[in-house]
């Protein structure tokens, strides 16, 4: 074989090689670009998902900071009201008081015969004194509201009371508007908190049969209602503004 050709051959495998190596070069470049592009997104998503982790965990400290606060504010609710029966109990509880309590709904049932003379709904003095025990343990829970029911047995009322009442209902009624305007006037309790409730011989306790019975649903309940019952009213009623910043009535434009 000529010397040309082995020239010519010599410089085409040259030709070859340096066109393989330039292949792969751009191939390894090319590689090395996509495993960086693959690198960013990688440590992007990275990112991303710490981020989120950190958020996760501040959501999740938040929660346990609320739940702790609920925890809290329901043991001082359940320590408020264990010391406001265990107060009831001491100061009132006897054979003719009794204290109950439901789903935190406390009643003091007090027989009508500790407040009222039959057929009256003029408070004794017995009966005031056990009204003003009552107010001095409602002073210190100020946001419970309290309702006042009064009860009577089925006796019908013959004719009229000395006071007018011609039926049960109205007996009832006019009872626990007595005990409410003493707690109110009389024993400090705020009249924002109380309300009265007439419920004739319609919720006994007892069988009206007997006269053990019909003297149990002679009663005035004295409820205190759950913490959540409290009404807004309660709070601080908000000073109405001076009299000279309001207007006339010849200085307000008619429409």
């Not at 040309?4 to 393989?20: D, G, K, P, R």
């Not at 390894?28 to 990275?46: C, D, I, N, T």
């Not at 039959?118 to 419970?144: D, H, I, M, Y």
């Not at 319609?202 to 913490?227: C, K, M, S, W």
Request: net charge negative.
């Amino acid at each position: 074989m000529p010397r040309s050709t082995w020239i010519i051959a010599a410089f085409l495998s040259v030709i070859a090689v340096a066109a393989v190596g330039v292949l792969q070069l751009r191939n390894a470049a090319a590689a090395r670009q996509r495993a960086e592009e693959s690198a960013k997104v990688a440590r992007q998503e990275f990112a991303a998902a710490e981020e989120a982790r950190a958020l996760q965990a501040a959501e999740l400290q938040v929660a346990q900071s609320r739940v702790a606060e609920l925890e809290e504010a329901v043991a001082k609710v359940e320590q408020a009201q264990s010391g406001l029966e265990q107060q009831l109990r001491t100061e009132l509880e006897s054979r003719e008081i009794t204290i109950s309590e439901l789903r935190g709904r406390l009643t003091v049932n007090i027989l009508d015969r500790v407040l009222f003379d039959s057929g009256e709904a003029r408070l004794k003095p017995e009966g005031e004194a056990v009204l003003r025990k009552v107010a001095e343990v409602l002073t210190q829970f100020p946001e419970r509201a309290v309702q006042v029911v009064g009860h009577t047995d089925t006796a019908p009322i013959r004719g009229r009371t000395a006071e007018g009442y011609a039926d049960n209902w109205s007996l009832s009624a006019g009872r626990a508007v007595a005990a409410v305007r003493f707690l109110s006037e009389s024993a400090g309790v705020s009249p924002k908190r109380l309300s009265a409730v007439g419920c004739g011989e319609f919720h006994p306790v007892d069988t009206n049969d007997t006269v053990e019975g019909r003297a149990r649903n002679r009663r005035i309940a004295v409820v205190v209602l759950p913490q959540e019952f409290a009404a807004p009213d309660v709070r601080e009623t908000p000073v109405p503004p001076p009299a000279d910043t309001i207007p006339h009535p010849a200085q307000t434009p008619e429409f």
